[in-house]
């Protein structure tokens, strides 16, 4: 039976027929009716608010990632909608979940030009430019419907942001509305040839390769055991970093599996767009492609695979299992080998890159096997990314390809915020931290117990060291003037302290994580740390 309700009442109580239960958001005039709607419903849904729109969608974005599922943020029209724009960009690249609720203008006079509060010029095509899927409410009765479809665009093939636009004046209308339930995930049909051949193909490899990427995240039992059955090593480099332990011996980081690379017979690529291997280490034809992807159009984009699988990865993985059974041998263990190369890596990266290491290692040995880890562009990010042990899927989050710096302390917020029940830590270098070092209000404000780390050099320091090895030491917009970080954190009422050694870090954390009503803050003073792109940035190994 329809009700009669605004449309802000019907996009709120779709929300929360979806699993929505909050909002992270900043008001104003034009979502009035919105935060209104949200107030009504306080029961079911909460607003979080933040000091800058970037820090609501960030918020968002870090609760999708370490949930899994869609989150929500709202923001005014043009002002609003670009001051989170960076962070829905990022939740592009990273296929997250994110629906934006964005303001708008009078209906009657979009697209007239005519200089309202925060007008801006075709706002649906800018928004269209940074997500998968967007709409405008334009009715009451469209609103449920609007959301069901944001809401399955979101979830259903590869995953992503959505936006809804509503204008001011639409918000507050009444209509006879209709619920619409939650649409079931559209899922493709498993292709069994497709199976077949990847089965084929991985039972005779000799050296096959598993890469993961973030469409992986749900799939670790599967991949763990195609990994036992092939011996194959499993690579996790950013976002496909938790998918397989890094405790089990096959699981490597990117300066092993590129030494492994040239002899790779078979690679198997899973929610992966294998952009390095296509673009950096090479390709040629002696090396069989299979890739897995929810997205129909990603397998062909660098190269036809040999064989294509579309569709979540889990139920194809758990298919191809079953059909690995009659094509694969038992397969002498690899553990002892890896072991070996393992070990010999990780002597390295502690050789090289002694600071980072250390400071990893520090932070590894206190946050719980559960606990999350939000990385930065910093150097100890870049690090973390090769040699910080993860082992649970959804515990390392790392931003995509669009590596922007600044995503960090406000994205770690939103999944301390969405995980309650784990620890969770950021790091940031000192000029990533001063993006969102507003929202420590935030943290304060809405009691989250997020734990962040400042590494000071005083420096966007891995901008200095480029200039200073390949620029002839012309240094130029990098020194930076910083605040006392721990006087800053405390003048918010937040915990600060500065840990000068990695064992000082490891005693803040203990005491930092045992905190669970209000934020911490750790400053860590630095000097230069070495460069860690050798290991990042690798030469070609195969093809021409
Ligand atoms: C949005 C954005 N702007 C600029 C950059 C370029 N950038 C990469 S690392 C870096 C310096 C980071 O400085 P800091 O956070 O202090 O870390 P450090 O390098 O000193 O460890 C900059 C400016 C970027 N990645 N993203
Ligand atoms: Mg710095």
């Not at 779709?14 to 935060?35: K, R």
């Not at 430019?129 to 709409?135: T, Y």
């Not at 959505?162 to 995930?185: F, H, M, N, S, Y």
Request: one cysteine or more; proline letters at 7%.
């Amino acid at each position: 039976m329809p009700k009669p309700m605004t449309t802000a009442e019907a996009t709120v109580a779709s929300l929360i027929a979806h699993g929505i239960n909050t909002l992270y958001a900043l008001p104003g005039i034009q979502n009035d009716h919105l935060f209104d709607a949200v107030f009504k419903a306080s029961n079911r849904m909460q607003a979080i608010h933040s000091r800058h729109e970037q820090g609501a969608a960030y918020m968002a974005l870090g609760a999708a990632l370490a949930t899994g599922k869609p989150q929500a943020c709202a923001a005014v029209p043009g002002p609003g909608l670009l001051n989170s724009s960076a962070a829905l960009l990022t939740a592009y690249s990273m296929n997250a979940p994110v629906l934006a609720l964005i303001g708008q203008i009078p209906e009657a006079d979009i697209g007239r030009d005519l200089g309202h509060l925060h007008e801006l010029r075709d706002q649906a095509g800018v928004i269209a430019r940074l997500v998968d899927h967007s709409a405008r409410i334009r009715a009451p009765e469209d609103a449920s419907r609007c959301v069901a479809e944001a809401m399955d665009a979101m979830q259903s093939g590869r995953p992503g942001p959505a936006a809804l636009e509503c204008a001011i004046d639409v918000w507050g209308k009444t209509g006879a509305v209709a619920l619409q339930a939650p649409r079931p995930l559209r899922e493709p049909a498993i292709d069994e040839d497709a199976i077949r051949a990847a089965a084929k193909r991985l039972g005779a490899a000799s050296n096959p390769m598993i890469v993961c990427g973030g469409g992986a995240q749900d799939a670790a039992a599967e991949v763990t055991e195609l990994s036992a059955m092939l011996q194959a090593p499993v690579l996790g480099y950013r976002r496909g970093r938790g998918v397989l332990d890094s405790r089990d011996p096959l699981s490597v980081t990117l300066p092993l599996a590129h030494e492994l690379w040239a002899k790779t017979d078979v690679v198997l690529g899973v929610g992966t767009r294998l952009l390095a291997q296509h673009r950096q280490w090479g390709m040629d034809d002696e090396l069989a492609v299979i890739r897995v992807d929810a997205d129909p159009h990603e397998p062909a984009r660098l190269r036809k695979p040999d064989v294509a699988l579309i569709g979540d990865a889990k139920p194809i993985l758990r298919r191809l299992i079953d059909a690995m059974a009659a094509h694969n041998a038992k397969r002498p263990s690899r553990a002892s080998e890896m072991k070996e190369r393992q070990a010999a890596l990780r002597a390295q990266l502690a050789q090289t890159l002694a600071p980072q290491v250390s400071f990893l290692d520090a932070i590894r040995a206190e946050l719980p096997e559960d606990g999350i880890y939000v990385d930065e562009v910093t150097q100890i990010g870049f690090v973390g990314r090769l040699a910080f042990p993860v082992y649970k899927p959804r515990t390392f989050l790392s931003p995509g390809y669009q590596d922007n710096l600044g995503w960090g302390f406000a994205t770690a917020l939103g999944a301390q915020h969405a995980r309650a029940d784990v620890p969770v830590v950021s790091i940031s270098g000192d000029g990533g931290f001063m993006f969102t070092a507003n929202e420590l209000a935030t943290a304060m404000r809405h009691r989250i117990p997020v734990t962040t780390i400042v590494f000071n050099d005083g420096a966007f320091g891995n901008v200095r060291r480029i200039q200073e090895e390949q620029y002839g030491n012309r240094l130029i917009a990098c020194d930076l003037a910083n605040p006392d970080f721990v006087r800053f954190a405390d003048s918010f009422g937040a915990a600060a302290e500065r840990a000068k050694t990695p064992e000082e870090l490891r005693a803040a954390l203990r005491r930092a994580f045992k905190r669970r009503d209000a934020p911490t803050l750790i400053e860590v003073p630095v000097g230069p740390m070495p460069s860690p792109w050798q290991f990042i940035f690798m030469p070609k190994v195969r093809g021409a």
